[in-house]
Nanobody
Framework: VQLQAYGGGLVQAGGSLRLSCAAS????????MGWFRQAPGKEREFVAA????????YYPDSVKGRFTISRDNAKNTVYLQMNSLKPEDTAVYYC????????????WGQGTQVTVSS
């Protein structure tokens, strides 16, 4: 599966952004989908994941209550709604797909930059 992430940009602290990730192919609904991020000089960090049908979501404490992952299997797209953004959310955000919800997914998008100014 090929993934294309977009929607990043520059936003002030407290603002919102919505990232999208479009997937190719007809098997999108057979993959768990996730978002990860990596800030300069830091390790890649898990941000959110969603089950194949979209009924279960997973978040780390750092974004819980501020970020929402969702998917539209008819459009082969996964979204990440980010609210109450903080400067520490600044990173390159990657979408990923995996059959088994592993910590290192099989498929990755190219990344989209999110910058939150203080």
């Amino acid at each position: 599966v090929q993934l294309q992430a977009y929607g990043g940009g520059l936003v002030q602290a407290g603002g919102s952004l919505r990232l999208s990730c479009a997937a190719s192919g007809r098997t999108f609904s057979t993959y768990y989908m996730g978002w990860f991020r990596q800030a300069p000089g830091k390790e890649r960090e898990f941000v959110a994941a969603i089950s194949k049908s979209g009924d279960v979501t997973y978040y780390p404490d750092s974004v819980k209550g501020r970020f929402t992952i969702s998917r539209d299997n008819a459009k082969n797209t996964v979204y990440l709604q980010m609210n109450s953004l903080k400067p520490e959310d600044t990173a390159v955000y990657y979408c990923a797909a995996d059959k088994a919800l592993r910590s290192t997914p099989d498929y990755w998008g190219q990344g989209t930059q999110v910058t939150v100014s203080s």
